[in-house]
Nanobody
Framework: QVQLVESGGGLVQPGGSLRLSCAAS????????MGWYRQAPGKERELVAT???????NYADSVKGRFTISRDNAKNTVSLQMNSLKPEDTAAYYC?????????????????WGQGTQVTVSS
């Protein structure tokens, strides 16, 4: 199994910045893609940004130029630097990993999620 733990959410004024971090742990064999998703009240969960093990990134149009995703493969961590935050960025942010776990010699690839961290942008 793979566990993901997020940190760094909070309350920030419009135009401000926050940095989210996520650490993966457990019986990790390999992590392929890591990413961040968000879900606002009454809305579906949506992709924010993803990054491959090779460093290729993908961003939602709504965050391009404002958010930056980065990753440390050696530490199994992923971060999201969020600048120029807007009220519409308010949501619960979830870390995601497409990872292969090694359990007693058995390899299982799965889609793993963190518990979420709240980001609120308000004056």
């Amino acid at each position: 199994q793979v566990q993901l733990v997020e940190s760094g959410g909070g309350l920030v004024q419009p135009g401000g910045s926050l940095r989210l971090s996520c650490a993966a742990s457990g019986s990790i064999f390999r992590i392929n893609v890591m990413g961040w998703y968000r879900q606002a009240p009454g809305k579906e969960r949506e992709l924010v940004a993803t990054i491959t093990s090779g460093g290729s990134t993908n961003y939602a149009d709504s965050v391009k130029g404002r958010f930056t995703i980065s990753r440390d493969n050696a530490k199994n961590t992923v971060s999201l630097q969020m600048n120029s935050l807007k009220p519409e960025d308010t949501a619960a942010y979830y870390c995601n990993a497409d990872a292969t776990a090694n359990s007693g010699g058995y390899y299982r690839r799965g889609d793993y999620w963190g518990q979420g961290t709240q980001v609120t942008v308000s004056s």
